[in-house]
């Protein structure tokens, strides 16, 4: 099937049973790069191409949500040239892609820990989250300094420390409330997450929020990761019968 077919749902994918929220863990843009005989940092810049079609095609077929794992809380532990990079990679990347995520009606937000971040690059997310944040064609999640621990330590000390002022009563921490706690709070829990590069983990992506999701494992590598192979992904996703514990 030719890349410009797949501009629309391909007609055996059931428009009723697809994923509403997709998740990616965008990985193996170093081996990408390594196999070609380029740095890693090519990688990445590859791997923003990939991004962005994907975000294109998830509107065009009718997917409301998707999140995407950019850079983990343990990331910082690279060298500091391919930190650098990425930082700098990011902000470049949100302020050359406003206009046109605006354009298509994307709204986008950042989850994860935000204010350790270049502040120049605070700075960007802060502008693209307020001019993106009427529109209504896609969310898009970026996971910035994102550490599901991280995350989840976080929300236990905000109601910890909710309990201790005495503004919420011990026996109101519950999922619910919980939820509300999240980076992801108001965003429904991906359906189906997709990780790149043959690794079989989750690298502390979203642990508490794909408690029930479908996750599939691609050996593809990220910047590799075109039309056709979401398409082949969202076929094993429909194949697949949701139980959620039920029989
Ligand atoms: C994923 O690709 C991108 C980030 C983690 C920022 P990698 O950089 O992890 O690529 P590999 O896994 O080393 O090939
Ligand atoms: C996960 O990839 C993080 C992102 C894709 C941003 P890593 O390459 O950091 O994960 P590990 O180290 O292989 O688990
Ligand atoms: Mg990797």
Redesign the pocket.
């Known amino acids: 099937m030719t890349a410009k077919l797949l501009q629309t749902l391909p007609p055996d994918l059931d428009q009723a049973r697809l994923p509403h929220h997709v998740a990616v ?3 193996g843009n ?1 081996r990408w790069a390594k196999q070609k005989g380029f740095p890693r940092i090519i990688g990445h810049r590859q791997g923003v191409d990939a991004l962005k079609d994907l975000l294109r095609c998830c509107k065009d077929w009718g997917i409301g949500a998707l999140t995407a ?4 809380t ?2 910082w532990g690279r060298p500091l040239e391919e930190v650098d990079f990425l930082m700098v990679l990011f902000e470049r990347i949100l302020r050359r892609e406003l206009t046109e995520m605006c354009d298509e009606g994307v709204k986008i937000t950042f989850v994860g820990d935000l204010e350790s971040l270049p502040l120049s690059l605070q700075a960007e997310i802060q502008h693209s989250m307020a001019a993106t944040a009427k529109n209504q064609a896609i969310h898009f999640t970026v ?1 910035i300094n994102y550490g599901s621990r991280h995350e989840i330590i976080k929300v236990c000390r905000q109601l910890a420390g909710a309990v201790q002022k005495g503004e919420i009563k011990l026996e109101q921490v519950d999922e619910s409330l919980f939820q509300q706690h999240l980076y992801t709070a108001g965003e429904s829990d991906p359906d189906f997450l997709i990780r790149t ?1 043959g ?1 079989m ?1 989750l ?1 502390n ?1 979203l642990l508490w929020q794909i408690a029930y999701t479908e996750i599939y494992f691609t050996p593809t590598l990220w910047p590799n990761f075109d039309r056709q192979e979401f398409h082949q992904a969202l076929l094993d996703y429909q194949k697949r019968d949701r139980r959620f514990g039920k029989a």
């Open positions: 863990i965008m990985d170093g794992y950019a850079f983990s343990e990331n996971a590069s690794e983990r690298s992506f």
